[in-house]
C-alpha cells in the first residue's frame, strides 16, 4: 500500500495567523489528493479534491479562499489555512487513492488555533 | 449523501461479538471499511467492490448486498485491540464518503 506523510504532526497558531500543512506521498505518484477534516467525535468530511497541475474541487460549503490547495507534484499537496480562527481548529487528515482503490490516509495534523 | 451507520455506540465484553451496518440512499457500487483509534488517522480495514461479495481477516469480516445498498461489518470474539471508531465509505463521483461512524468499546 501507499505510505502517505504529514507534516506538521500537530501545529499551535494565533488567530489571524496562516499555517501550511503538507501531505506527502512516499512511494505512490498521486494525480489525486483528499483532503478530509474531523472534529471531535465527529466524521471524517470531505473537503476538498487535491488534482496535479490543477485547480482543486471544493466541496459544498468550504470556502476555498480561505482553505488554499496546491498540488504542485505528484508527491505532495499542500493546504494552507489562512487567517485561521479558533473555530478552524480541528484535525487535518489527507489521502490518496491507491492502485487497488484502496484510500491511504496520512496520519493526520491536529490544528489548534487560540 | 452520506451513508448511515448503525448502531452509534456499542459496548462490548472481550470474546463477545458484534455486528456493524451501513447503508445508503444511494447506489453503491463499492465499500470501505476503517477502523480510527483515538488521536490517530484511520486504518483500511477491507474493501468490497462487487454487490454480495463477503471477505474476512481473521475475525473481522464484512458483506455488501448491492440490491439493498447496505454492507455490514462483523466482529467475532472482540478483543481489546478492537476498541475504537470504525467508519465505512461509499465512493461517490471517485470520493469517498464517510457515514458518521460506530464507536465500539471493548472492555475486559
Known amino acids: 500500500g501507499a505510505v502517505v506523510s504529514q507534516h506538521p504532526s500537530w501545529v499551535i497558531c494565533k488567530s489571524g495567523t496562516s499555517v501550511k500543512i503538507e501531505c506527502r506521498s512516499l512511494?505512490?505518484?498521486?494525480?489525486?489528493m483528499f483532503w478530509y477534516r474531523q472534529f471531535p467525535k465527529q466524521s471524517l468530511m470531505l473537503m476538498a479534491t487535491s488534482n496535479e497541475g490543477s485547480k482543486a474541487t471544493y466541496e459544498q460549503g468550504v470556502e476555498k479562499d480561505k482553505f488554499l490547495i496546491n498540488h504542485a507534484s505528484l508527491t505532495l499537496s499542500t493546504l494552507t489555512v489562512t487567517s485561521a480562527h479558533p473555530e478552524d481548529s480541528s484535525f487535518y487528515i489527507c489521502?490518496?487513492?491507491?492502485?487497488?482503490?484502496?484510500?491511504?490516509f496520512g496520519p493526520g495534523t491536529r490544528l489548534t488555533v487560540l | 449523501q452520506q451513508p448511515v451507520q448503525s448502531p452509534q455506540a456499542v459496548i462490548l465484553r472481550e470474546g463477545e461479538d458484534a455486528v456493524i451496518n451501513c447503508s445508503s440512499s444511494?447506489?453503491?457500487?463499492?465499500v470501505h471499511w476503517y477502523r480510527q483509534k483515538h488521536g490517530e488517522a484511520p486504518v483500511f480495514l477491507m474493501i468490497?467492490?462487487?454487490?454480495?461479495e463477503q471477505k474476512g481477516h481473521e475475525k473481522i469480516s464484512a458483506s455488501f448486498n448491492e440490491k439493498k445498498q447496505q454492507s455490514s461489518l462483523y466482529l467475532t470474539a472482540s478483543q481489546l485491540s478492537y476498541s475504537g471508531t470504525y467508519f465505512c465509505?461509499?465512493?461517490?463521483?471517485?470520493?469517498?464518503?464517510f457515514g458518521q461512524g460506530t464507536e465500539l468499546s471493548v472492555k475486559p
Open positions: 489521502s490518496l487513492q491507491g492502485s487497488t482503490d484502496t484510500q491511504y
Open positions: 512511494d505512490f505518484q498521486a494525480t489525486t
Open positions: 468490497l467492490l462487487k454487490g454480495g
Open positions: 465509505g461509499t465512493e461517490i463521483g471517485g470520493k469517498l464518503i
Open positions: 444511494k447506489a453503491l457500487y463499492s
